[in-house]
Every structure is written in structure tokens, then in C-alpha cells.
């Protein structure tokens, strides 16, 4: 074994008959690359860059195991559409001395989109908890069949090469609603009491170890708590897990949160909460309940450092990462080889669930190359046509494309204002629940430095600073400027007495002392950044305001973020106004906000307001772009600077281009 700051995060492992090369695991996650059910190359190359990238063991997405699962983004199991291509999926993850496992869910009655399920199925006629979704009941038939489609299924799998399948039996889905009395009203041999509940998970792991054999490995994904009233807690896991080991077909098991309610969210945790937060947990329910059983750590775990601990404390035997090993496929070779500062660090913020679930398929903030075919260790290749490039602007659009161009080549000058790079990301990773963005641009501040770009900071780039230079290319990523709330007094921003909310985050990060009074914030933007600025004013101020024309908060973020967003915000107290807007007739200098229904009309006031700041649209700093053009510069607008929007926007971009030009 080679020498590792991690021994006990990379010692081999014995999971059933098969022996693991190291503990790290890469947990399942929905990539929707998949086309028409079917498996395409890039679906491939994304599990086989993570298994070249070191992970041992990988979990596909959920997999279309049933004649009634026909979502176009699973890969097609049961129906033979795969039969080519699910073979060379499991030698191109062997090939790099890893193991495959596909794994096994159904959503049942669950449903994240906000309408309801027509085509749903499941245990009772109750409705979803997220969704309201009410399925067709599944008779005592229905169920055997069920569970001989997935036995089927996982035959399939073995027989192309796949080493085992992962049960997913949480998350609010079927198995889920079949296991909590809860959702579970049934009579036959599949309620009743735990050991009825848990009836559906004991036979299909008898029925795929019958059909697939002792050296196909069946790992099991139960729900810890759903945090639901009457719901599925502790106790309960700690039953079903005994059950399940005491029968004797189970290879590996771990555990996972929240279902499809409010508590949704509770699955991904983020930087809002503790470092870990499910660790001990997970190892008092494993532990206790099968003691025998290798047993899976996750949520949040995004630093070897935790992986270690977690191996070496005997928390756990297997370290299981999604989101880390999204955003650098290559986490396990780069922190064995003591490369951690190469490693490009998860940020969770969820915008990748986010993408997943809207349709989008899965990107990253801090990966722009995720699901390309070589991307684990990826260094960009040489250009034949070096150029001068300068990048005005160091946010994280301007440091994507000037890393990148300076790793292929390119003479790269980078100038941006702040003396440090980052831009908005930066003050929003100091925000209470923000520090895991500063991985976005600590990762290019380095590889910058690699690869030997200039950086010119501390000071706003004129034109003349810029062709001295002497660039062929301009690339413009200088952001964007909140613009004046229209329904507000325009004397007021003359005055300048109502701050941007960027301002406002600024100002109160130096200003630690608590003022009297309300704060009022005018949001029109609905971004992750308005709701932990509000977090920062409630440490400031006695009340917090929050006035929106939408109808909701956080209409544009993931719902995982945006429940997270809700929950912290009434827990701490915040006042949430939706559908109305702020009126020119405010006083003030008075200490009073007017408002409106956006609907009705219906005026009311806010008194004792110490502060008003706003968020609002966006409007591209782009000043130098003409005089640069008029200077016989090619120009680039990226990021905001071209149109204004997230940081994925901004990475994909940057490195877009620099891989262009």
C-alpha cells in the first residue's frame, strides 16, 4: 500500500465476498443522462471517470426495474433496451478495479414537482406528504409481482456484470412507504406490524440472492427519520435493521434522512449546519443492529480528513460521497497522493439537485466538465496558437477562464478590484451558511498561480491598464450592478441612504454590534444569497423584514434550499411578506415602510425601521467592452458581465471559452 496521510480511509475492505481497494464509495445520485432509457456513453464515462478517479465502489442512479417505471431519464433494466450497453457500463467501472452496483427504487406515491402524480402506485390510499399525490393501491399481488420484476431486473445486472444493487429504501419512497405505519394502512401480509411492513424488503433480498448468487452484493439505503408526525424514527430503523441482518442476505447498509414533506431537505444536508451531521448516528444504529455488516457513513462529508476520522474512530467502515465526487471525480487518487490542494471541493448548495430535478441533468458549480469522457485528473490541453489574454474581473467567471487559458497556454493577465479574487462569492461565502463557495475560488486562485497567470489586484482596471497589456483578447467578467427598486423614491438612491443588499452584507460584516429597530429587505431577486444576508440581519438588528412581489421566497433555488431557506428563517423569527411591494410614500426618515398587495391594493405600514436595503435584477457591468472593441480587441462578455445569473453560469463559461479560444 502506498503511503497516505489516510491509511484507514484507503485500506482495502471485505463487503460480502468482495474485496474493496479502499473505503471510499460513491453514493447514489440521479445524473439523467440517460436517454430514452437509454444508457449513453456519457452516462458510462461519468461512472467510469470516478472509478478511475479511486472510488472503489459506485451506485448507479435509480434504474427503470419495473414494466410501469418508463421515465425516459432511467436507464431501461427489465425491458432488455440496455442489453448492449449494460455490459460495457460494468467493464468500463471494472476496468479500473472497481465495483458497479445499479440500484433499486421506486418513487411510490412520493413526488417532488409541484402538482400531483397521476400514474403513481403504492402501499395505501394516503396521500404524499410534498406532493398530495394519493396512488392506486398496489394489491397483495401487485406486490409479488413487483418484487419478481426487480428480482428479474437484478438478474439482468449480474448477468452483464454488475457486482451487486443498492436498495434505496428511504428518501419517502416506496420501500419507505411500505416499512412506516405512517403511510402503510394495509391488511394483507405486507402491514400490519414491522415484520409485515417489512415483508417487501425480506423477500426481494431472498428473491435477487436466489437468482444472483452469494457473490452478488446486496446493500440496503433505510430511512434513520423522516421527521414526519408519526413517522419513521429511530427505533423503528434500529428494528428493521436487526430484521434484515438477522435474515441474513443484506451485504452492506447505511442510512438517510428525511422523505417527501417538509423535511426534504434533511437529506442534503448543507454548510447551514454541522460538519457531519449524521455520522454518529449512522454508527449507533449500524452498530448496534448489525454489528456484522460493513455500514456506510454519509452527508457531508466533503474532506478526507472527515473520511479518515470516520475509518479510524470505527465510526463507520465505508465512506459514501455524491456530491464530492460530482464536483472532482479524481477526490480519492488526489487525497492519497497528498494532492488535497488540487482537489476541486464540493460547495453544497444543492444546485446540482437542482439541476437534476428541473430537467437540466446534472452540472456543477465547481465541476463546468462533469459528465465529459475524460475528466478524472483532467489537465486541458495545449493550444497551438498561444495568445495575450486578458481577463478583467476575478469573481469566479474571470478565474475559470483565466486558469484554464493559462493551463493551455495562453499568456493570461488577470485584473480585478478586490485584492483578493472571488467577487459576489466571496462576500457570499463569509454569509452565515456560505463558506463552502470559497472552494470555488481557492481551487482557481490556485491553479492561476500553477500555471503561471499574472494576477493585477486591488485596483478597477481602466482601458489604458488594460492595453498596456497589450491583450488579443478581452474576456469581460466584470459582474453586475443591483438596479434601483422602481417603486422606491428616487431621491433616496441620489441620497444614497438605501443600500443594495451587497452593500448592506458589506457593511454589517465589519459592524458586529446589534442595533435597535427592525430591518426591512426589499427581495426581488430570490436567491440563496438574499436569505442568508436576511440570517446575518437578524444577528444585527431586533427584527427582520422580508418583502417580496413574489409569491414565495426562493422561487428560483432548489426545493431542498428553499425549505432549508423557510425553516431557518421562521425559526429565527423573520417576517415574511409575499405578493406585495414597498411604497413611495414610505417615511423613512420617520422609521416607517409603506406596502402593497401586488394583488389588491391593500396598504399597510411597517414601523420602527432602523434599515431598508433591497435585491433586486441585475444590470451587466460593461463598460469597457466598446472601448475595447474600438481598440481592435476581441471582447468576451462571461458570467453576469454578459447576462446575469448563478455561478454555475459563470464557471461553465469561463471555462467554455478558454477552452475555445
Known amino acids: 500500500m502506498s503511503v497516505t496521510a489516510y491509511p484507514n480511509l484507503f485500506s482495502p475492505l471485505k463487503v460480502g465476498t468482495r474485496e474493496l481497494r479502499n473505503r471510499v464509495v460513491h453514493?447514489?445520485?440521479?445524473?439523467?443522462?440517460?436517454?430514452?432509457?437509454?444508457?449513453?456513453?456519457?452516462?458510462?464515462?461519468?461512472?467510469?471517470?470516478?472509478?478511475?478517479?479511486?472510488?472503489?465502489?459506485?451506485?448507479?442512479e435509480p434504474m427503470a426495474m419495473l414494466s410501469w417505471q418508463t421515465l425516459p431519464t432511467r436507464p431501461q433494466i427489465l425491458s432488455g433496451l440496455n442489453a448492449d450497453m449494460?455490459?460495457?457500463?460494468?467493464?468500463?467501472?471494472?476496468?479500473?478495479?472497481?465495483?458497479?452496483?445499479?440500484?433499486?427504487?421506486?418513487?411510490?406515491?412520493?413526488?417532488?414537482?409541484?402538482?400531483?402524480?397521476?400514474?403513481?402506485?403504492?402501499?395505501?390510499?394516503?396521500?404524499?406528504?410534498?406532493?398530495?399525490?394519493?396512488?392506486?393501491?398496489?394489491?397483495?399481488g401487485d406486490v409479488h409481482r413487483m418484487i419478481d420484476e426487480f428480482v428479474c431486473s437484478c438478474g439482468i445486472l449480474a448477468d452483464a456484470g454488475f457486482a451487486g444493487v443498492e436498495i434505496s429504501a428511504g428518501h419517502g419512497h416506496i420501500f419507505h412507504q411500505f416499512l412506516s405505519a405512517r403511510s402503510n394502512r394495509r391488511e394483507d401480509e405486507f402491514g400490519g406490524d414491522l415484520n409485515g411492513r417489512a415483508r417487501l424488503l425480506v423477500l426481494l433480498m431472498q428473491g435477487i440472492r436466489s437468482r444472483c448468487g452469494a457473490d452478488f452484493l446486496i446493500g440496503a439505503k433505510l430511512p434513520a427519520e423522516d421527521f414526519s408526525e408519526g413517522g419513521f424514527g429511530l427505533e423503528e430503523a434500529e428494528a428493521v435493521t436487526a430484521l434484515l441482518h438477522q435474515k441474513g442476505e443484506m451485504d452492506?447498509?447505511?442510512?438517510?434522512?428525511?422523505?417527501?414533506?417538509?423535511?426534504?431537505?434533511?437529506?442534503?444536508?448543507?454548510?447551514?449546519?454541522?460538519?457531519?451531521?449524521?455520522?454518529?448516528?449512522?454508527?449507533r444504529l449500524g452498530r448496534s443492529a448489525a454489528p456484522r455488516l460493513p455500514l456506510g457513513a454519509l452527508g457531508l462529508i466533503t474532506d478526507p480528513n472527515e473520511g479518515e476520522r470516520?475509518?479510524?474512530?470505527?465510526?463507520?467502515?465505508?465512506?459514501?460521497?455524491?456530491?464530492?465526487?460530482?464536483?472532482?471525480?479524481?477526490w480519492p487518487v488526489k487525497a492519497e497522493q497528498g494532492r488535497e490542494a488540487e482537489i476541486r471541493y464540493c460547495v453544497s448548495c444543492n444546485t446540482c439537485w437542482h439541476m437534476i430535478t428541473s430537467g437540466r441533468g446534472l452540472l456543477c458549480d465547481n465541476n463546468p466538465r462533469v459528465g465529459e469522457s475524460e475528466e478524472a485528473d483532467w489537465t486541458p490541453p495545449i493550444t497551438q496558437n498561444p495568445k495575450r489574454?486578458?481577463?478583467?474581473?476575478?469573481?469566479?467567471?474571470?478565474?475559470?477562464?483565466?486558469?484554464?487559458?493559462?493551463?493551455?497556454?495562453?499568456?493570461?493577465?488577470?485584473?480585478?478590484?478586490?485584492?483578493?479574487?472571488?467577487?459576489?462569492?466571496?462576500l457570499h461565502a463569509a454569509l452565515p451558511g456560505g463558506e463552502?463557495?470559497?472552494?470555488?475560488?481557492?481551487?482557481?486562485?490556485?491553479?492561476?498561480?500553477?500555471?503561471?497567470?499574472?494576477?493585477?489586484?486591488?485596483?478597477?482596471?481602466?482601458?489604458?491598464?488594460?492595453?498596456?497589456?497589450?491583450?488579443?483578447?478581452?474576456?469581460?467578467?466584470?459582474?453586475?450592478?443591483?438596479?434601483?427598486?422602481?417603486?422606491?423614491?428616487?431621491?433616496?438612491?441620489?441620497?444614497?441612504?438605501?443600500?443594495?443588499?451587497?452593500?448592506?452584507?458589506?457593511?454589517?460584516?465589519?459592524?458586529?454590534?446589534?442595533?435597535?429597530g427592525t430591518a426591512v429587505i426589499y427581495d426581488e431577486d430570490g436567491s440563496a444569497f438574499v436569505y442568508d444576508v436576511a440570517e446575518l440581519l437578524m444577528e444585527r438588528f431586533d427584527r427582520v423584514v422580508i418583502l417580496t412581489p413574489r409569491e414565495r421566497l426562493a422561487g428560483d433555488e432548489a426545493l431542498v434550499v428553499r425549505q432549508g431557506v423557510y425553516q431557518r428563517l421562521y425559526s429565527k423569527g423573520a417576517h415574511i411578506l409575499t405578493s406585495v411591494r414597498p411604497l413611495a410614500t414610505s417615511r423613512l426618515e420617520e422609521g416607517e415602510v409603506a406596502y402593497e398587495n401586488v394583488f389588491s391594493g391593500e396598504?399597510?405600514?411597517?414601523?420602527?425601521?432602523?434599515?431598508?436595503?433591497?435585491?433586486?435584477?441585475?444590470?451587466?457591468?460593461?463598460?469597457?467592452?466598446?472601448?475595447?472593441?474600438?481598440?481592435?480587441?476581441?471582447?468576451?462578455?462571461?458570467?453576469?458581465?454578459?447576462?446575469?445569473?448563478?455561478?454555475?453560469?459563470?464557471t461553465s463559461e469561463g471555462y467554455r471559452l478558454a477552452m475555445e479560444i
Not at 45 to 54: D, E, I, W
Request: proline share 6%; hydrophobic share 40%.
Open 27 to 60: 453514493a447514489s445520485t440521479s445524473t439523467h443522462y440517460s436517454r430514452d432509457g437509454r444508457v449513453t456513453d456519457r452516462l458510462i464515462a461519468y461512472f467510469a471517470n470516478r472509478a478511475k478517479g479511486g472510488a472503489a465502489m459506485l451506485v448507479s
Open 86 to 140: 449494460l455490459p460495457r457500463w460494468a467493464e468500463a467501472v471494472a476496468r479500473e478495479g472497481s465495483l458497479m452496483l445499479g440500484q433499486i427504487q421506486d418513487n411510490g406515491r412520493g413526488f417532488r414537482a409541484g402538482y400531483r402524480n397521476l400514474s403513481a402506485r403504492g402501499a395505501s390510499a394516503l396521500p404524499d406528504d410534498l406532493s398530495w399525490t394519493v396512488p392506486q393501491v398496489l394489491e397483495t
Open 252 to 283: 452492506y447498509v447505511t442510512y438517510c434522512w428525511g422523505s417527501h414533506s417538509d423535511s426534504l431537505y434533511t437529506h442534503l444536508p448543507d454548510n447551514h449546519g454541522p460538519r457531519t451531521p449524521y455520522v454518529e448516528t449512522i454508527s
Open 310 to 330: 470516520i475509518i479510524r474512530d470505527g465510526l463507520a467502515d465505508l465512506v459514501m460521497l455524491a456530491r464530492p465526487l460530482i464536483t472532482d471525480p479524481a
Open 389 to 426: 489574454v486578458a481577463v478583467i474581473g476575478a469573481g469566479v467567471a474571470g478565474m475559470e477562464a483565466g486558469w484554464v487559458a493559462a493551463a493551455r497556454g495562453h499568456r493570461v493577465c488577470i485584473f480585478g478590484a478586490s485584492e483578493q479574487p472571488g467577487g459576489k462569492t466571496k
Open 436 to 516: 463552502g463557495l470559497s472552494s470555488i475560488y481557492d481551487y482557481q486562485q490556485l491553479a492561476a498561480r500553477r500555471h503561471g497567470a499574472e494576477m493585477r489586484l486591488g485596483f478597477p482596471a481602466t482601458i489604458e491598464d488594460v492595453l498596456a497589456f497589450g491583450p488579443e483578447i478581452a474576456i469581460l467578467a466584470t459582474g453586475s450592478t443591483p438596479a434601483w427598486p422602481t417603486c422606491l423614491p428616487e431621491q433616496w438612491r441620489e441620497e444614497g441612504i438605501v443600500p443594495d443588499l451587497r452593500e448592506a452584507a458589506a457593511l454589517f460584516l465589519d459592524h458586529k454590534a446589534h442595533n435597535r
Open 603 to 650: 396598504e399597510s405600514v411597517i414601523a420602527d425601521v432602523a434599515f431598508l436595503t433591497y435585491a433586486t435584477a441585475r444590470t451587466p457591468d460593461d463598460a469597457l467592452a466598446t472601448p475595447l472593441r474600438e481598440a481592435g480587441i476581441t471582447v468576451h462578455n462571461i458570467g453576469d458581465a454578459k447576462a446575469p445569473r448563478i455561478a454555475l453560469s459563470a
